[in-house]
Structures are given as C-alpha cells and as structure tokens.
Nanobody, 123 residues
C-alpha cells in the first residue's frame, strides 16, 4: 500500500519561504515519476514541478528560479523548496507519484496522491 503524506504548509508573507515535504511510504518500484501540484480556489489543478528516477526535473514557468524539487538520498521524501513566495502561489499543494509512463510537467494521471497541504501567502 503506497501512501504519500504532505507536510510543511502554512502562512507566510510575500517574499518568504516554505519547504514542503512529502513522505513516501510503501513505494517499492525502481522507476518513478513524482511531482508537486497545486490548486487554488476556483481554479484547475496545475503542475508545479516533477522529478523522475533519473533526477530529471521540470518546472512550471511561474515558479522557475523560485521553487526547487528534490528528494532525500533514500528517495523516501520528496521536497519542494519555495522561495520568494507571491500571493498567487496561494493554493493547496499536493504530491503525486506513479511507477510508469513518461514523466513531464503536463502529466496529470498518477496512481498515488497525497491529501494536500495548504500554502497561504499574504501581501
């Protein structure tokens, strides 16, 4: 049973930083595509950043240069370091993982999703 558990969300002022974590439990596949997504009220869910088992990353244009996706050495935790936060970054953030298929930012079909963590950025 694969489980993803996000943490690290909160409230911060514009220009601040947060680091989101996604604990990955029970994932035994050698290949993976993992990503961070966000959904603001009244908007569709959008991909923020993805990383595959080769370490290749991809970012949405809106977060390039500000956000960094990474993993710990054991591949048991996925991170999203968010710097220079803006009010438009306010959303529920989700992590996702899948053991197959191509890994790219526009991909929305993942077998496993976390429950989400809220990020609120005030001006």
């Amino acid at each position: 049973q694969v489980q993803l558990v996000e943490s690290g969300g909160g409230s911060v002022q514009a220009g601040g930083s947060l680091r989101l974590s996604c604990g990955v439990y029970g994932y035994t596949y050698s290949y993976y595509c993992m990503g961070w997504f966000r959904q603001a009220p009244g908007k569709e869910r959008e991909g923020v950043a993805v990383i595959d088992s080769d370490g290749t990353t991809s970012y949405a244009d809106s977060v390039k240069g500000r956000f960094t996706i990474s993993q710990n050495n054991a591949k048991s935790t996925l991170y999203l370091q968010m710097n220079s936060l803006k009010p438009e970054d306010t959303a529920m953030y989700y992590c996702a993982a899948d053991q197959g298929g191509s890994c790219f930012l526009g991909r929305t079909w993942y077998n496993y999703w976390g429950q989400g963590t809220q990020v609120t950025v005030s001006s």
